[in-house]
């Protein structure tokens, strides 16, 4: 149930039954030399769909810009500085409790995002507080990561083992071949892919990270692969956010 | 061409050639007792990628929420505040600047949208005049509102008279149900419609216009005429963006 | 009844027959090479001055530095940023409503100053609303542009035809004329002026517009057309005014 | 020699002799039951322009609104935040800084501003080094505040002595008088008037000081005495900014 | 080598060699019935004068206030907002960067910082690139919670097995009973204790974890055991700290 | 009485008996040749807990960063800038006041953080009463700058005379001798001293105070004189806390 299809009517029979959202959120940021940029969202939108369908959930549109600085020496990267991030999932959040809603579930496709959704819930509930909105107190977020949930990664470890590396993963590849596959790309993908060096700045990344890639060997993924990884997270998120309605 | 279904590599191509991109910016907002909640992303959206196909030009991912703090009464609206929004302008605009797109064209669906964004202009070229990023003094953005365009003015004005109005309109409607014909909605829709209230605060907002419309009639709203209305907005902002890439 | 001098008793009378106040609002920035920087801060005051002496309401200070950012590759110009403007809109209106004003009515001398105008208003209602301001949902701000009132456009398209222009126009300069006629300027002005660029950053503002002029010819400009004009703008904007008031 | 009444060449042909530029502020608050709200503007004002005649200084347009948070209890008071004026310093000296002004002398008549200003400067002297604006490290900003130039203290000591006071005085209500005869005030005046209490909320300031005025009594005030401290403060800050300029 | 026990000229010549520097941070708040409110500075700081002795590092003041949000519902307790604390971090790191600090190694004894201070590096070296410092690119900061490293864990494990819990821990109360042996503290602390709930709004924190404790036993603390912790804790971060230098 | 040393539930006893809490405030910045980086928070520190210890009074952790932007050429030297300082300021004493706190007593070292606690204080009122914090009136700040104690600069110029100069003075060494006798420095101290220059920017500040003194001879400091200066300060501070207490 997309909230973008919805008339406002219907989003106000749907709040008394239910107060809960899921929140896309990607991010627009070099995935190595076959990934597409928009790789985060696609897979959160995708999924998130996915977990709406499987819940009934009502699924608001897609954050497709995230925190991505580091990927900023790559061309085609977008980023939200975190304070922009930090005030938009305020700004989203504060708009949907005012009306009644109170779980949110944000369905994240991007590593990168996670520290600032995660100061930015703690700062929304000190603002909602402040605005003595009614039931402040109930207003509960949280950050689902479809790459992180167990089952997901027992999967692209038993298809990819050490392959699989950081960024520009073959698992979150698929996920998008399974999705585009008119867009699956071919290019040049050199044996030897960086890895382990941490994440400072856009420059020293990219330094690191000459092609963009973080360890990881996108050139095993296959639409195949990204239909069973879909399921899989759909499977696990649609469980962890009915559990989260339920707490 | 959309920048989420490309790689980094195909994007530092396509600069060689073209410093331009266009960046849809819709809204989630009530539109009225028919209209859908997301109907200024998805008409921002889909016109945009026909603007991308008829120019070459690259699309980068929507925004799809806006400025709408005047409709935060009806449940499923969001608003970032302006200066919210500025912000998001300025990262976005500051990161492709940054990697040498030069050209913005901002293919828009919500009149809400418009004063924040001709600030967040304003404050950006600014900004990365600050920043001495070269060729800071290239970079050019424009907001393109779709409905305003002459030929789409006209046209509504033909299909629908004074039954347009200026929010959730038959011709916004029209052009979602051309892309979403299974998501077509009936209600209710008195006759007699509220108009020519400006726009004040959320609440007054709503005490004026009590089912979300201004002065419009949606029932008017058919998928033909949302392909009609579609097919005159693409021509006219290709007509447009080809200028403007030129000036 | 200028409010700098009145006492705050006799505001706390004004309140009890009336909730309106005028707030001029300006620029300080270049207005080619025979007009005064101060030019869309002189004409908003004389002529909220104006309006003040006819409906008798009260006139706020004038905020003399506006966003102009793009004239400032000419020295003597100031500009706000449009966040700063925005905040110190939202801080003057809030000020004022927390003492009983309703009605801000703000004379505008610059077009610049529209857009970050418009979207200071949205976030001033929703901060109002935030603060729970008895009567907040009753605050209502608007926007008026003396050069914008039709009458005003029609004499200064008879006085000056084509060569009104849309920068240092004829028309703003005689009104500084008439206020100031001991600081008539006198200085050359090419014949030939451009006209037509769109505004973009203020180093591209200053190569097409390398006077500063756009489009005008205000050698035209007489205390006389200044005196006309300024009669014309402050019947409009009584009118409105009153109009504003009564909503 | 005012900015507002120069033309941007005007300018041009003054920095190349003389980089300083006054800049008046004021606030815009209650100044007790005889008091114009207008007071410290009109105050910075009329001296400034003294200042600048007697120099041959350019003074730019007065900042109407300062920092007066503590007298908001009262109607007719408007208050920046101090953050707001911190940022409205900043764009204002940064404007002019990058034209080519070095040289900032704030002519202030609220003490309700030092702090802020204060505050301001060392941000922009930090905002203009990060900009990299060349001579960013000869800008100077400096606070006069006319009411405690020695001599000025001396004159109020001399004609009122006790009854001075701290807000709302007999020498600043004077100095309004010489500036506006026409809009001298007559209001009860209790003899008994509070004083000794420190500044802290608005709500605290009004209860302590039921009418406005702090220690003062302002009914001593006349247009002569307005004019003696006028002529004093006008030598005594002239001295002040010709010993500033060639620091 | 403490900063605050340097003269300037001694860094001068500490930054010929080494580029390092350690900042602790901590919080301010509730600890439960029996432990300190600034545990997580105590701990944070005395462990990061062990890692400075260990490694010849100097070591900056404490940042005692942190992102404790969610504890704002217990009196003492004071949190930054995440905004906040992410401008303290930029302010700070950026004022040593400029003088040609390289290495930020945060020891950080609250969990609560986490996100907020991985945020706050990612602005932060987008706000270095952009000021164009030399050698911007490379500034690298690292967060090094002690209470997380392997051993430290181990060792709790080992000494409170599921008594460890996770906020007001035995580990945590152990370390600052050996720092402040003179402020033990002897409360009741009911058996039954809370666990499980995440981390939403301060009123929800307090009403599932309504002494403080999240299901932790620090009545099994002692000075002893907070020798060995403080011991294995400086071990394993003086390691982690020199390769962080390395790198 | 330390915040840092108390639990949650002993704070819960003090504010039924008082709402008063005194906060050190210091800087980490250059002191000149002997002077120590952290002088202004060991100063501020030391002399709160002796106050606390006085008076019963509660000490909050010292705030160890201040305003500082002028020393910034010197390295080791670290500033927040004003903006951030004041955020700072509203969050601590926001979330002391809601939990029952009214009297926020600073002990300050840092002449250059005065004018932005100042300012800090005012948005702080404003700020609380928006959020509608019962007894926000009641809340009252007040900075005391121990150095500027009658008492103290009376002694300071018994002992020093005109060698006590402004900054990296003998009285403020002489406290940290007094506190860490072990970090005692001798460095070459130029008899010439420069001194009188006003406070502009980093770059000036250096290129005037070439060694960061300002007329000072901090080898004048001797642990004993320290001693006396604290003792006097702790008696003069304790009775300016109590009156603010009773006020």
Redesign the interface.
Known sequence: M???????????EY?EQNQGIIIPIGS?E?????????TD??CAEVIAKGVGEATGALV??????G?A??H?A???????????L???TQ??VS??A???FQRFFFINGHG?N??????????T??H?????LPH???????VANWFMCREVYQLAKELYGEEEGSHATPSEVAVTQFV?PE?I?S?FLDKEVASG??I?????FR?HYPD?RMGSNPGLATPEHGKQLYQVAVKALSEQYLKFLD?
């Open positions: 997309l909230l973008h299809l919805q008339t406002w009517q219907e989003v106000e709040l627009t070099q995935h190595g030399p076959t990934g597409l940029i928009g969202a696609i608001a549109p897609t954050v497709n810009i925190m600085l580091h900023l790559f061309p085609g990267s977008i980023s939200l500085q975190p304070t922009t930090i005030q938009v700004d989203t708009s949907l005012a009306a009644g990168g996670i520290a600032t959704l995660k100061a930015a819930f703690s700062q509930y000190a909602l507080a402040n605005l003595k402040a107190d109930q207003v509960r977020c949280n585009y867009a790309k290019a060096h941490p400072y700045s856009a420059e020293d330094r963009g707490r």
